[in-house]
C-alpha cells in the first residue's frame, strides 16, 4: 500500500456519538440519537457542533420535538446532515433528519481532563446541548474501505473507544435511555462511543 493515498478528502475530523435505547425494551429501535462533530478540514472549513435527534420519529424541530443541532459553522453542518448524517446506520429512514432545527452557537467547551470520560458542550443563547462519554474502554483504529462504509464512496479512518455510558442534556435535562452494545464492523462497540482523527476519503477522485 503506499504512504500518501490518492483522493479527496471530504472532511476529517471527530464524530463521536451516543445513541440510547429505553432501558425496558433494550432490543428495540433508538430512543434518542446524538454525534458530535469537530471538523478540522474540509470544503467548508472548520467547526464544530452536536446534532440531536431527542424524537428521532417526529417530523418537527425544536422547540415543538428535540430534534436539533447547535453549530458554530452552519453551512458546515447543513453540508454533514445532508450529505453524511443520513447514511449512518442509525439514522437512516429517520423521520426527523429534514426537520432539524439548525442553530448558531454562541459558546461551548470541552472537558478533557478526567482521562476516563470526556464531555462538550455547546449552546445558542440559552439552548444547550451536552454530550458526555464516562467509563472510556481501550482505543482501536479502524481502516474501512468504500465497500462497507456508511456512504458507500468514501474511505473511513478512525479511532474509536467505546464507553460504559453516555449521557446526553438539553438544556440541563438529562435525557432517558441507556447504552447497549451493538455489532460494529467485524466486532462489537458500545453505542456510547469517541471517534477521533476520522477521516472520510473519496478513492479515485483527485
Keep these: 500500500m503506499p504512504v500518501i493515498q490518492k483522493g479527496v478528502v471530504s472532511w476529517s475530523g471527530e464524530n463521536p456519538g451516543i445513541y440510547l435505547k429505553s432501558a425496558s425494551d433494550p432490543q428495540g429501535d433508538w430512543q434518542v ?3 458530535y462533530f469537530r471538523v478540522i478540514a474540509s470544503e467548508y472549513g472548520r467547526g464544530r457542533g452536536i446534532l440531536l435527534l431527542g424524537d428521532p420519529a417526529t417530523k418537527a424541530g425544536y422547540p415543538a420535538a428535540r430534534n436539533l443541532c447547535i453549530g458554530d ?3 458546515l453542518m ?3 446532515l445532508t450529505n ?3 447514511k449512518f446506520g442509525a439514522f437512516r429512514g429517520r423521520e426527523a433528519l429534514p426537520h432539524i432545527t439548525l442553530l448558531q452557537a454562541t459558546c461551548g467547551s470541552t472537558d478533557e481532563k478526567d482521562p476516563t470520560q470526556w464531555v462538550e458542550t455547546i449552546a445558542a443563547g ?8 464516562k467509563g472510556l474502554q481501550s ?3 479502524a481502516d474501512v474501505g468504500p465497500s462497507i ?7 473511513m479512518y ?11 442534556r438539553l438544556n440541563g435535562e438529562l435525557l432517558d435511555g441507556v447504552v447497549v452494545e451493538r455489532d460494529f464492523l467485524d466486532g462489537k462497540l458500545n453505542s456510547a462511543f469517541l471517534a477521533f482523527a476520522e477521516t472520510w476519503v473519496e478513492e479515485g477522485s483527485e
Design 33 to 35: 440519537l446524538a454525534l
Design 73 to 75: 459553522n452552519l453551512k
Design 78 to 80: 447543513d453540508y454533514l
Design 84 to 86: 453524511f448524517v443520513p
Design 126 to 133: 440559552d439552548v444547550s446541548l451536552s454530550l458526555a462519554w
Design 139 to 141: 482505543p482501536f483504529a
Design 149 to 155: 462504509s456508511a456512504t458507500g464512496e468514501h474511505r
Design 158 to 168: 478512525s479511532l474509536f473507544q467505546g464507553a460504559d455510558k453516555g449521557e446526553i
